[in-house]
């Protein structure tokens, strides 16, 4: 479950980057992110479990830690699709290798982004179902 979560909150954070997005969205999703919420295959994750998580979004290039955990790894956006779509792929840490599609919103200072972990195909809707690998999360920008 902690690889399981690490590696969500990895892709999350990649796909939060998005450096071939829209001036508007490479530059909002720039930042320092904390998830509000999440669901893993239909199941919310635990409070303290995501007050020990963070990302931070920088040209392209994400950042996740889950406690002392780091993951690391790059990102592109296709911010045309319906839904916008990002695909992460990870460079350092438990998921150096994998790539992960997913889609994303942006509003203000909230980022949801849904993530297929399985690495299977790109998810249509912003839903966590049982029996998948989809996860689904929620992050509010960190006011500095």
């Not at 592109?76 to 790539?99: F, L, M, R, W, Y």
């Amino acid at each position: 479950m902690k690889h399981i979560l690490c590696l969500c909150l990895t892709f999350a954070a990649s796909l939060s980057a998005f450096a071939a997005a829209p001036a508007d969205d490479a530059k909002g999703v720039q930042g320092n992110w904390k998830p509000a919420k999440a669901e893993l295959a239909g199941q919310p994750m635990a409070d303290a479990v995501l007050q020990s998580i963070s990302l931070k979004l920088d040209n392209g290039k994400y950042e996740v830690f889950v406690g002392a955990n780091p993951d690391r790894g790059t990102y592109t956006v296709d911010a045309t699709s319906k839904p916008k779509s990002i695909t992460v792929t990870g460079t350092e840490g438990p998921n150096q290798g994998k790539t992960f599609p997913a889609i994303y919103e942006l509003k203000g200072d909230t980022l949801r982004i849904c993530y297929d972990l399985s690495g299977a195909k790109r998810p249509t809707e912003f839903k966590s179902i049982a029996g998948t690998k989809l996860y689904l999360v929620t992050y509010q920008r960190k006011k500095e």
